[in-house]
């Protein structure tokens, strides 16, 4: 069973509004613009985030049988949770790396163009179709909900840093006058977090028929 999260609202690619039916498709399962302006005017509104970090690097770099996490040099949604006093949630899916056959053709010029451009072309193959999923089955599994430090903690901590009015040393956003965790402390939840996910995928490995498998985060 799912946590008991309340409302939700899962962040996808931008590119996915401005196509006809993927769009209502997107909108109809909770999907909202990944840019950060839309992920905190939702969380304001007392919704709980969905977003995975590794986002379009990572759909074009999966390789199938291969589990890699693309999440240490992702600090933005830690950030925003710092920010706004949200726990952080790990998750897991097994069987995720499964699902599709995938291809490294092209895969130079396919990741320069979501570098570059932010388009996303991933090369896959599922069940007699790029579209059906091959019949894998799938574990979603759930860790430890992390609590983050309280904002009177860190926002003493910036009181006292020189230059606290530039980003990421408690600057005042011109939005919602919330200021802006520091580096150091969103490092320090990111760190965290990583080896949270960690433990969480080495203590259901097992269980699921992947115990020989390694979990790389990049």
């Given at each position: 069973?799912?946590?008991?999260?309340?409302?939700?609202?899962?962040?996808?690619a931008?590119?996915?509004?401005?196509?006809?039916v993927?769009?209502?498709v997107?909108m109809?399962?909770?999907?909202?613009?990944?840019?950060r302006?839309?992920?905190?005017?939702?969380?304001?509104?007392?919704?709980s985030?969905?977003?995975?970090?590794?986002?379009?690097?990572?759909?074009v770099?999966?390789?199938?049988?291969?589990?890699?996490?693309?999440?240490?040099?992702?600090?933005?949604?830690?950030?925003?949770?710092?920010?706004?006093?949200?726990?952080?949630?790990?998750v897991?899916v097994?069987?995720?790396?499964?699902a599709?056959y995938?291809s490294?053709?092209?895969?130079?010029?396919?990741?320069?163009?979501?570098?570059?451009?932010?388009v996303?072309?991933p090369?896959?193959w599922?069940?007699?179709?790029?579209?059906?999923?091959?019949?894998?089955?799938q574990?979603?599994?759930?860790?430890?909900?992390m609590?983050?430090?309280?904002?009177?903690?860190?926002?003493?901590?910036t009181?006292?840093?020189e230059?606290?009015?530039?980003?990421g040393?408690?600057?005042?956003?011109?939005?919602?006058?919330?200021?802006e965790?520091p580096?150091?402390?969103?490092?320090?939840?990111h760190?965290?977090?990583?080896k949270?996910l960690?433990?969480?995928?080495?203590?259901?490995?097992?269980?699921?028929?992947?115990?020989d498998?390694?979990?790389?985060?990049s």
């Amino acid at each position: 069973a799912l946590p008991a999260i309340g409302t939700w609202r899962v962040l996808a690619a931008r590119v996915l509004f401005l196509i006809p039916v993927l769009r209502e498709v997107a909108m109809w399962t909770h999907c909202v613009d990944a840019g950060r302006r839309t992920a905190e005017y939702n969380i304001k509104r007392g919704h709980s985030i969905v977003v995975i970090p590794g986002g379009e690097t990572e759909q074009v770099a999966t390789q199938r049988g291969v589990e890699h996490v693309y999440v240490k040099h992702r600090k933005g949604f830690v950030r925003l949770a710092v920010k706004y006093g949200m726990p952080l949630v790990p998750v897991y899916v097994f069987g995720c790396s499964e699902a599709y056959y995938t291809s490294d053709f092209l895969y130079g010029f396919r990741r320069w163009l979501v570098q570059k451009l932010r388009v996303c072309i991933p090369l896959m193959w599922g069940h007699y179709s790029p579209m059906l999923v091959r019949p894998v089955v799938q574990h979603i599994v759930f860790g430890e909900s992390m609590e983050v430090p309280k904002r009177e903690t860190w926002e003493k901590q910036t009181q006292n840093e020189e230059g606290g009015d530039a980003k990421g040393k408690g600057a005042k956003s011109s939005q919602d006058e919330v200021p802006e965790p520091p580096q150091a402390v969103v490092d320090a939840v990111h760190a965290e977090y990583m080896k949270q996910l960690q433990r969480l995928f080495d203590g259901n490995k097992g269980r699921f028929g992947y115990g020989d498998r390694q979990l790389v985060l990049s």
